[in-house]
């Protein structure tokens, strides 16, 4: 499964770990159908380290997750997964920022660097870029003033999946307990995301 970002900058391609994290890449998609991530600013840009963006107040404060959309205010955020363990080892890592308490909404970061260990234990790994490297560079590079804020205005103009859900099998529906704010996949039920016509 694969998830196309054009920036002002150029194109990315990202490559996403659906069987290792299905919730965070469902949030993702999604959030890339609704197209949530279209204009968004890249607001966070530390030269071989990270580049940051999802937040469209373009502030790193805001965001949060599809499954607010759907369930209200409980499901701002939904649980990091953790399990298998994924780490941040070369360039072009895809990661949900954690928001606190192991909780991710809508904003992700993408590593320029390499060997990141110690954000292993705090950002979820979902995917890594495989095409567009050079773009990744190129934003690595732009000048940046304070707070790491790029002098130029770099943004997601629009985001396009690349490969239909056919991972998503089994009629699997995402439900959030309001009690316990957790995930479970429950299969077979009358509900099912629809699928995605290229």
């Known amino acids: 499964m694969a998830v196309l970002l054009e920036t002002t900058m150029g194109d990315l391609v990202i490559d996403l770990y659906t069987e290792e994290r299905p919730c965070a890449c469902l949030n993702f998609l999604k959030l890339c159908k609704v197209k949530y991530y279209n204009y968004c600013l890249i607001y966070n ?16 404060h805001g965001g949060e997750s599809i499954f607010f959309q759907l369930y ?20 072009g890592t ?6 606190g308490s192991d909780q991710h909404g809508s904003q992700f970061l993408i590593t320029t660097g390499e060997n990141l260990d110690y954000l292993d234990s705090v950002h979820t790994v979902f995917g890594e870029v495989t095409e567009g490297m050079d773009v990744l560079m190129k934003i690595n590079e732009t000048f940046v003033g304070k707070d ?8 997601i103009n629009h985001t396009a999946l690349a490969k239909p859900w056919s991972w998503l099998s089994g009629n699997y529906v995402w439900i959030f307990s309001v009690q316990s704010e957790r995930k479970r996949r429950v299969s077979n039920q009358a509900e099912t995301w629809e699928t995605v016509e290229m």
Not at 74 to 91: D, W
Not at 148 to 155: E, G, N
């Open 45 to 60: 840009v530390q030269r071989d380290f990270i580049i940051q963006t999802g937040d469209p107040m373009g502030t790193g």
């Open 72 to 91: 209200g205010e409980q499901a701002r955020f939904f649980e990091a997964e953790k399990v298998p363990r994924i780490k941040h080892k070369k360039k």
């Open 94 to 99: 895809v990661s949900m920022v954690n928001n």
């Open 148 to 155: 790491f804020i790029p002098y130029q205005d770099i943004r």
